[in-house]
C-alpha cells in the first residue's frame, strides 16, 4: 500500500484500518448471566443455511481464550518472509537493494541527510524571554557547536 504525503484522507484510512478492534462490540451481547453471544451478520447472509451458525454463544473465559489467541507471542516479527526473502533462502544473497536499484533504473546513493530541525515552538518562547530579560543575551551571537555532528546512528 502507498499513501502519498498529502492524502490525509487515505492516511486516515489506512490509520483507522490499523486501529480497528479484532471484533466489533455492538455485536456482542449478553445471552443469560453465564453466556456471552456474538452475532456475526454477516454469516448469517453470506453462508447456506444450516452450514455455519449466524450466532456464537461463548462463556466469558471462551471468548477471552478466542481473543488471547490473536495477540502474538512477544518478541516475534509480525512479518514472515518467505521465497528468496526467508532467512534460509539460497537466493538471498542475489536479491540486494542495490541490484533492485538497478534494475529498475532508481540511484542506488543513500540521499541527503536533510539538516536538522529547529527547537520546538515553547524552547523558542522561552529563549525570547530569556533575551528580553537578560541584556547580555543575543541568541544570534551565541557561538555554534565547535565540533561537527555527524547525523549517522551508529548502534
Known sequence: MRIEGADRTGLERLLRYCARPP???EH???GDAEHLVYRNPELGRTTAPGTRPAALVLTPLELIDKIAALV???RANGHRYFGVL???AR???AVT???ILEHIGESTQPPRIAPARGPPL???ATAAEQARNDP???QVAQPGPEVEFAQSVAW
Open 23 to 25: 471484533f466489533a462490540l
Open 28 to 30: 456482542l451481547h449478553q
Open 72 to 74: 502474538p507471542p512477544p
Open 86 to 88: 526467508a532467512p534460509n
Open 91 to 93: 537466493l538471498r544473497a
Open 97 to 99: 537493494v542495490k541490484k
Open 122 to 124: 515553547w524552547e523558542m
Open 136 to 138: 547580555q543575551w543575543d
